[in-house]
């Protein structure tokens, strides 16, 4: 039973890493798209109304 319950797990690793690894090249994916779009402004990247002090 042990070993069915090792199994089980590795399996459930590796499924959880592919998740992972899927969302880390989804969220580059967005932030490449979106770098252009908030690049450009104030040094932080963020744009606000109010004047820096």
Do not use: C, Q, V, W
């Not at 459930?12 to 989804?26: G, H, K, N």
Request: aromatic share 8%; charged share 30%.
């Amino acid at each position: 039973m042990n070993l069915a319950k090792y199994r089980k797990t590795i399996h459930e690793l590796d499924d959880a890493e592919e998740r992972a690894d899927i969302a880390e090249s989804a969220l580059t994916k967005i932030r490449t798209k979106t770098k252009g779009s908030f690049g450009k402004g104030s040094s932080s990247g963020y744009s606000t109304p109010y004047p820096t002090l």
